[in-house]
């Protein structure tokens, strides 16, 4: 990884500091305009595709979760092309306009009526038009132009803004920590707009409107990227981060009949170990986990040049390069653990909004809140949790017993969360049921419980799993680090239409509706809601047998820094 801090401007004085908290400002922008842009689309989407498509609530399920999880799975391309080929900044600017595409595309369906099918008769609700294949083909180039969008700016937006930062310091280290914070908190703010002003919009003013609303917010982050682009730092690709990981392997293979002592990492046995590249900033020091993948560094006969050169690459590796396969290897157990963390959000995301349909939403005689602004209490919560945790509880209990929670310990308080906001969803939901069959509605505010549960979840779990994959994976691997978080969101998402197609066709019988009858009042949410915090207990056990046996990247943690303080 090569920094490069006047690539984009030759003349610029060397004296002006490029990077910090400026550039952030710059990149904060641009990515809370891009956000209020795909959120404000994707917030209200499911109310979208089944009052406007006319789609069964399974269908539209189905498409919801299959877009979702083909946004979440395009990163990870995005992250291999960026960091090989082409660089964080210019994978951002092309997706950006990929982005823009898409919005047109999705506002032109909702505003020329031959792209849409044609409003129900009120007086015959069962004989709507369903979508032509002209109209759903639209649709659907919209939403993978999205998708597109997606893959690019997802994996590269959060280490673009980490560049900007010298994670040799502890200044450093502790601005990247906070950013990720301020990063989440923007991005909950984002989704209070998105999930109040536009979707109040899309439901009583039009969908045309509420939709050109997040497009022309999408054009404006585009401008706000491109305005900062003299403070910022710019990291150049150094090629595809698999042909190192590739050579480690086939290397290891090749020597696995070489006999390495148990206690011995730097006697008898001589491992390549040359001096870091230029830009590289964190030097890995060979370690216990794993060794039969240090055969791939150990010097044999013939291996080097006079010059101590390797003389070919797929011979002999360096042990920075077995180091970093190693890390991938280590944070596997731990990205999977985190998928079904995911699938306890994302699918009370997708039942909550016809489950507040149902309920009670009037706010006095004349307001009706909007059934896809509900999940805004979430973000609410996170919005005020997140700067007492950043701001307050983490100085006092460091300042009082020297004590600060590490990355995995975050990431399982949020799972605990998780599992129980979905009990508390299946509680309710049984309540709700329960009423409507005695032909009485509930407030829908009985939902909030579950919501703030959800809220505090995403606090701990998601922003722990941000900054997990940030700082243990290298510098130049980091595009590709980002990747696994929206990759875990996408087998989330295709696991949670999985389950509800299996569910919808198992569930039920002759006479017996399914537990995802389009009628929840004959269906059964509640029991769906408990299958899903079953597995959610499950994942928890699995998430702590991981947890207690990884081993941090040296250097990853404040701690880290501090230790080599006291010690000189």
Same mark, same amino acid.
């Given at each position: ?16 500091? $490029?990077?910090?908290? $400026? ?65 964080? !900044? ?7 306009? !990929?982005?823009?595409? +898409? ?35 639209? *649709? ?13 700016? $997802?994996?590269?937006?959060?280490? =673009?803004?980490?560049?900007? !930062? ?8 502790? +601005?990247?920590?906070?950013? !990720? ?44 990227? =491109? ?100 890390? %991938? ?18 699918? /009370? ?99 909030? %419980? ?21 700082? /243990? ?42 537990? *995802? ?52």
């Amino acid at each position: 990884m090569e920094v490069v801090e006047n690539s984009k401007n030759p003349n610029h004085s060397p004296e002006r500091k $490029r990077g910090g908290w $400026r550039a952030i400002s710059f990149i904060l922008a641009n990515e809370t305009l891009e956000r209020m842009g795909t959120m404000g689309l994707s917030a209200n989407f499911m109310a979208y595709l089944t009052k406007v498509y006319h789609m069964k609530l399974v269908d539209a399920s189905n498409v919801y979760n299959l877009w979702l999880g083909l946004s979440n799975l395009a990163p990870l391309f995005g992250a291999i092309i960026s960091d090989a080929y082409v660089g964080r !900044f210019k994978t951002i600017a092309y997706a950006s306009f !990929f982005s823009l595409l +898409g919005l047109m595309t999705v506002t032109l369906t909702a505003w020329l009526h031959q792209l849409h099918p044609p409003e129900c008769n009120i007086h015959h609700p069962d004989s709507c038009n369903r979508p032509n294949k002209l109209q759903l083909g639209v *649709l659907f180039l919209g939403l993978t132009f999205l998708s597109i969008g997606s893959g690019g700016i $997802r994996p590269c937006s959060i280490p =673009f803004g980490a560049d900007q !930062f010298d994670q040799r310091t502890e200044k450093g280290l502790k +601005g990247m920590a906070s950013y !990720f914070n301020w990063y989440y908190l923007t991005y909950s703010i984002v989704l209070i707009v998105s999930h109040t002003v536009v979707v109040y919009i899309q439901d009583n003013i039009s969908w045309t409107v509420g939709f050109s609303i997040p497009t022309g917010l999408m054009a404006c982050s585009i401008v706000m990227f =491109f305005v900062g682009t003299r403070f910022y730092v710019y990291v150049k690709p150094e090629g595809s981060v698999f042909s190192s990981i590739a050579r480690v392997i086939v290397v290891a293979r090749r020597k696995r009949n070489l006999k390495l002592a148990v206690e011995d990492s730097y006697g008898t046995v001589e491992y390549y170990d040359p001096p870091l590249k230029p830009g590289v900033l964190s030097k890995l020091p060979l370690t216990d986990q794993y060794k039969f993948l240090d055969k791939a560094s150990v010097i044999t006969e013939g291996d080097l040049t006079s010059d101590g050169v390797p003389v070919n690459k797929w011979k002999l590796c360096s042990v920075q390069e077995v180091e970093e396969v190693k890390c %991938l290897i280590r944070i596997i157990p731990v990205w999977s653990a985190g998928i079904i963390s995911v699938v306890t959000m994302s699918t /009370q995301v997708t039942f909550i909004v016809p489950q507040a349909r149902t309920m009670n939403r009037h706010m006095g005689p004349d307001f009706e809140i909007p059934a896809g602004s509900l999940l805004v209490i979430s973000f609410i919560t996170i919005g005020i949790w997140l700067p007492i945790y950043d701001r307050i509880l983490v100085p006092s209990l460091w300042r009082i017993r020297k004590f600060r929670l590490t990355l995995l310990q975050r990431m399982g308080i949020g799972i605990v969360f998780g599992i129980m906001s979905m009990f508390t969803a299946a509680i309710v939901e049984r309540v709700r049921r329960t009423q409507a069959l005695k032909m009485r509605q509930i407030s829908v505010f009985w939902l909030a %419980l579950q919501l703030v549960l959800m809220g505090l979840s995403e606090s701990f779990n998601f922003i722990g799993q941000i900054e997990f994959f940030n700082s /243990q994976f290298p510098e130049h691997m980091r595009s590709l680090a980002n990747s696994l978080f929206p990759l875990s969101f996408a087998a989330s998402h295709y696991l949670t239409s999985l389950l509800s197609t299996t569910v919808h066709k198992l569930s039920g019988g002759k006479d017996q509706p399914d537990w *995802l009858d389009n009628d929840l009042d004959k269906g059964r949410l509640d029991y769906f809601y408990y299958m899903i915090a079953g597995l959610g207990v499950i994942n928890l056990v699995y998430f702590w047998y991981c947890a207690r046996s990884y081993q941090y990247k040296t250097g990853s943690q404040i701690e880290d820094l501090e230790e080599e303080k006291s010690s000189e």
